[in-house]
Structures are given as structure tokens and as C-alpha cells.
């Protein structure tokens, strides 16, 4: 079996923790018992790009089980638990001399250059040939395959310009390669992959942009906009996980500090009330009227970054843009300001542009940690270099969150593999029964006790005793 991950031997505590988390993912083993007889996902081949942690690690056990052969990766440079990795190549039933579980390649703090190395190694099998099915977060391994196979049919690959961020270089040097090793392969690829699952907004953003633009060239469910993903991991996930990422990186104490919040979506809405939860003084920073209003009636001031940049002392991006927090603006926060991103990508924050700031220095406090010291002898606590900061300095959100997510991901690759034909190229959201079925499936963990509907009732408000309960169109 080929993979690569950090240490093999960290397998038994990784399997300690994956038995742990089964426990608090009712959805995924609900699943794993529906179908693990019939096996949908027989001949399914999935490569995945996710956060290789203990969560995705009961994710790739659960599509296993339901006869899926799983090539994957990790989806951020940082967020590996090279514990959890360790387990998934080991595998449960194999040793560490004779591992026996999925081909990972993954550890925490790859180059960019071993990010695209091995997101490219998922993207074949051993044999040579390509995967069928693709289970994405961001949209990285389905934007490999999209521009090889646009290359490939215009006859070359481009050249990074000087302008380009540093990624596009590598990106665009990978497909130069893996095309003079194997021309026509991204072609290939394209054509035998029958779908994508979605898991981020900044991913089903993507999806979108190439469906409008009539590039994409397989369908994708997205997973993201089901209700039991962004509206339960986007905010509830962040609002345990960003805590965790600021306690493990800085144990500062956030009680009465200022924390500035950008962007009020789903993301923002779940870390502003965790700050406020720990005493912080929260302000939000918004571009929507309606997202503004919804934080000033939630009760936080909102106001422009450029307004309060000098007297924060926590500042979280949340906003899936780019460009949120300038150079200069870091220049001018308070000493030892923490600087910190929890949206998808490290655009948001300008660290190239902090990096070629006159005299400034890096210092490393520890792994993703850094005091930026300017000239002047101030400086400012920079987490995870601009990444995302849940995984990059924590663990990401706990397992109850993402039983919700991934059993959405696991419906929706079973709905795409199974019913391709249903699913013309287009994006997709998954039916509201299903959505609803997944939050059924996580309320007897939590004690819930549902009212069930009289027929009368149900005929009075027009809608079925067993659900959907509410039309496409109602926002939660
Ligand atoms: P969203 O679209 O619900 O929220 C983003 C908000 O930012 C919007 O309300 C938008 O109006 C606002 N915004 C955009 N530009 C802005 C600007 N210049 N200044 C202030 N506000 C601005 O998206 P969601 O679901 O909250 O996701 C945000 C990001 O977080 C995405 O990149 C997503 O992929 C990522 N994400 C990260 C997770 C993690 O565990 N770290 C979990 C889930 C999502």
C-alpha cells in the first residue's frame, strides 16, 4: 500500500480516539448500520481532500464500510492529526509492519509544495487509474482536475506571472509535470469522476462560479447549504473551535478584551457568541446591510475594521474574501493584538504583504505561532501563518458537529454515485427529507423528544406527518 504520513506508530492512540468519537457521531454510525449490508458505495472511487483528523477518520471508515476504495488527503497544510492518519493507513485490522487500512498522505505542516504532491498522489491509484467520485472541502482536488484538463486541451500550461500568489506557481508547476508524465491524464480524470461532494462555502463558491461560467464538468452535490451542515458546523462548530484555537495558541485570557469579528454569516455568528460567551467585548464588521443588522440586534456594535484597528486586542476573520486585514492595518494594532483567521483560505489576511513590511521580524513562539515584531519594537501574535486557525493551532470542531456534515457527505455521495443519471452537470443541494433525516438521526444522543404531528394538524399547515416540514425556500 503507498502513503505517506508522519508516524506510523502514533496508530493505537489514533484508534484510541477514533472508538471515542464513534460514540459521538449517531449519524455516521446510523448510516454505517443502514447500508453496510447492500454496500452502495461498491466500485466507488473516492479520493478525498478534508481535514485529515479523528472526525474524517470515522468519515473514511463509514464510506469503507459501505464498500467505497478511499484514497485522501488533507484539505489545509496544518490541520493533520497525524495520530488520526496514522490509524486510517494502519487501518483496523492491520499493524504498523503490515498496514492494512486506506492510503493517506497527510501530516501536519507540509510545504505547499507536498500539499499539491500528495493531493496529486489521491488522484491515482496505483494502477494508474483515476478515481470516480471526488469528497472535497475547498475545492482543491476538483480545481486540479478542472485546470489539467483545461490545459490539457489548450496544449499547455501556463506560466505564473509575477503578480500570482506563490500557490499558483506550485499548482500550475504540478500539472506541468503530472502532464509530461501522463499526458491526457486530467482529461481522463474528468471524465471518470461522476461526481463531487462539497463540504465548505468557499468550495461550493467555486462550484458555482464554474457551473455559471459552463466549465464544470461533473456534477457536484453541495453539501455545504444543507441545513445540518452550515447552519450546526459553520456556527456551532466554530463557536466551540475558535475558543479552542485561541486557548491553545495563546491562553490569553478573553474576558474583557476587545475582539473584532469580520464578517456576520454563519461562521461569524458561531465565534462572536463564543467571544461574548468568554466575557470579550465583540464587534462585528460587515458589507451586508442584513448580516449587519442581524449583529446589531444580536447585540454587538458594528462598525468598519479601520475604526476600531488601534484598540482591539483579538481580531478573527470570518468572511470566505480576501484582503480583510491589511499590512498596514496589522501595522498599526496594539502590541501583541492576535491576528487570526477561521475562514477557508489565508487570503484573508495580507501576509505576504506583512512579510515585506520594512525591519519586521518573525519570531516563532511555537507551531504555528508567531510574533511579528515591527521596527519600532511593537508586534503583533499571528496564528497559523493567516490559516485557518480552528485546525491549524486546535483540533477543529468535536465529532457531534461533524457526524451532522459528514452524513451529509456520505448521503450525497451515496445519492450521486448511485443516481448519477439523475444528476445532470449542475450543483445540487440534497432533498430536505434527507437533511432532515440527518438531524433525526442525531436527537435521541441528545435526549430530544420530537412532537409528532396529528394528520389533522399536518393537512392544516400542508405538510406530510413524516416531513419535509418546511418549503426550500425557509432560511431556519
Ligand atoms: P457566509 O457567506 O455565511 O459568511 C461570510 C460573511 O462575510 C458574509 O455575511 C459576508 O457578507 C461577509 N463579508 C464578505 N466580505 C466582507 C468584508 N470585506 N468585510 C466584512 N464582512 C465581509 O460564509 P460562512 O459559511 O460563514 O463561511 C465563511 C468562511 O469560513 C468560508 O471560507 C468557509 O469555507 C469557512 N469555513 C470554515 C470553517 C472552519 O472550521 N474553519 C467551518 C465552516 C466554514
Known sequence: MDYKVADLSLADFG????????????????????????????????????????????????????????RWVSCNIFSTQDHAAAAIVVGKDG???????????????????????????????????????????????????????????AGAVPQATEDDPEEWGII????????????????????????????????VHRLYEMAKAGTLAFPAINVNDSVTKSKFDNKYGCRHSVIDGLNRATDVLIGGKVAV???????????????????????VTEIDPICALQAAMDGFQVTTLEDVVGIADIFVTTTGNFNIISADQMSRMKHQAIVSNIGHFDNEID?????????????????????????????????????????????????????????????????????????????????????????????????????????EQASYIGVHVEGPYKPDHYRY
Not at 27 to 43: F, N
Not at 262 to 283: F, N, S, T
Not at 373 to 386: K, N, T
Not at 412 to 440: M, S
Open 261 to 283: 469579528v469580520c464578517g456576520y454569516g454563519d461562521v461569524g455568528k458561531g465565534c462572536a457568541e463564543a467571544l461574548k460567551g468568554q466575557g470579550a467585548r465583540v464587534i
Open 172 to 203: 500550475l508547476e504540478t500539472l506541468r509535470r503530472t502532464i509530461a508524465e501522463k499526458p491526457g491524464r486530467w482529461t481522463e480524470t474528468a471524465a471518470a469522476i461522476k461526481g463531487v461532494t462539497e463540504e465548505t462555502t468557499t468550495g
Open 95 to 153: 499493524t504498523v509492519d503490515d498496514p492494512k487500512g486506506v492510503p493517506v498522505f497527510a501530516w501536519k505542516g507540509e510545504t505547499l509544495d507536498e500539499y499539491w504532491w500528495c493531493t496529486d498522489q489521491a488522484l491515482q491509484w496505483p494502477d494508474g487509474s483515476a478515481p470516480n467520485m471526488i469528497l472535497d472541502d475547498g475545492g482543491d482536488a476538483t480545481l486540479l482536475v478542472h485546470k489539467g484538463a483545461e490545459y490539457e486541451k
Open 351 to 455: 501576509m505576504a504583504g506583512l512579510a515585506k513590511i520594512d525591519g519586521i521580524e518573525k519570531i516563532e513562539i511555537k507551531p504555528q505561532v508567531h510574533e511579528w515584531r515591527f521596527e519600532d519594537g511593537h508586534s503583533i501574535i499571528v496564528l497559523a501563518e493567516g490559516r485557518l486557525m480552528n485546525l491549524g493551532c486546535a483540533t477543529g470542531h468535536p465529532s457531534f458537529v461533524m457526524s451532522n456534515s459528514f452524513t451529509n457527505q456520505v448521503i450525497a455521495q451515496i445519492e450521486l454515485f448511485t443516481k448519477t443519471e439523475e444528476y445532470p452537470v449542475g450543483v445540487y443541494v440534497l432533498p430536505k427529507h434527507l437533511d432532515e433525516k440527518v438531524a433525526r438521526l442525531h436527537l435521541d444522543a441528545l435526549g430530544v423528544k420530537l412532537t409528532t404531528l396529528t394528520k
Open 15 to 70: 484508534r484510541r480516539e477514533i472508538r471515542l468519537a464513534e460514540h459521538e457521531m449517531p449519524g455516521l454510525m446510523a448510516v454505517r448500520a443502514e447500508y453496510s449490508a447492500a454496500k452502495p458505495l461498491r466500485g466507488a472511487k473516492i479520493m478525498g481532500s478534508l481535514h485529515m483528523t479523528i472526525q474524517t477518520a470515522v468519515l473514511i471508515e463509514t464510506l469503507v464500510e459501505l464498500g467505497a476504495d478511499v
